[in-house]
């Protein structure tokens, strides 16, 4: 006996149509959802980090969501294939969603991070630019895959694209850029206090890329390293006693 009578919804976040018989078709159909793995990611990083960068860019995701929403009951715009998906098409959210991450990400790996050094400048450019082109890539495959399999046309799925980097571009220039190059403007003294209020003090919110370059990823390694090399010693030590 079932606990519901009446009708039945079904949950559209993880229900992707595809062709069962195209290996390519279900590739795609996994790939799109890569904005719902995303912002699993973005709630694991932000508890553990507790970046400011992290906080914003999840933030300003969370509003894109939003600002799709809206815009796709402002326009009203059929999608493709009137089977697949709930809502209007018009701009595509995945694509939206990619093009927002992507921009943000690549603004800031280019702006203010910088990977380990190998001790070779060439190979370490090469490694910046295969990023690029992966987090590229990645958007365009997801972007492709709405196209692909009918859940929108090229041009609700170019807009989404358009749309979400001009947002990426946008909180990121005024989040994190322009409070950096000018720490005294209006919004770097937004961006103090929003580190030094008591709750996000209580919080132990930071901004680790405003200290290193690598929001101090190789300090807390070379500390990490420091102790275990100190314990095992300290275990050497009382296993001779010990004999």
């Known amino acids: 006996m079932t606990r519901f009578d009446g009708p039945r919804a079904s949950l559209d976040l993880t229900h992707v149509m595809y062709d069962d018989g195209s290996m390519f078709s279900m590739a795609l159909a996994l790939i799109t959802l890569s904005p ?79 990977f380990s050094t190998t001790g070779y400048k060439t190979v370490d450019q090469l490694w ?59 919004l770097g003294q937004i961006k103090l206090w929003v580190l030094s209020n008591p709750l996000c003090t209580w919080l132990h919110i930071r901004d680790g890329w405003d200290i290193w370059p690598d929001a101090g990823r190789e300090v807390d390694w070379l500390r990490w390293r420091s102790e275990w090399e100190k314990k095992q010693q300290d275990r050497g030590a009382f296993a001779k006693r010990k004999d």
């Open 128 to 186: 910046r630019v295969a990023v690029y082109s992966a987090l590229l890539a990645w958007t365009g495959l997801v972007a492709y895959s709405r196209y692909y399999l009918g859940y929108h046309n090229a041009n609700q799925v170019f807009w989404g694209l358009g749309i979400g980097s001009a947002l990426g571009l946008t909180v990121y220039a005024l989040c994190q850029h322009i409070p950096g190059l000018y720490p005294n403007s209006l």
């Open 36 to 114: 719902i793995l995303l912002m699993a990611s973005y709630a694991s990083l932000a508890v553990q980090t507790r970046e400011y960068l992290i906080l914003v860019m999840w933030v300003g995701q969370l509003f894109g969501e939003g600002f799709n929403l809206v815009l796709k009951n402002i326009v009203k715009q059929a999608r493709p294939n009137h089977d697949l998906g709930d809502g209007y098409g018009f701009p595509s959210s995945h694509s939206q969603y990619m093009g927002y991450f992507a921009t943000f990400l690549i603004c800031h790996l280019y702006f203010r991070h910088r």
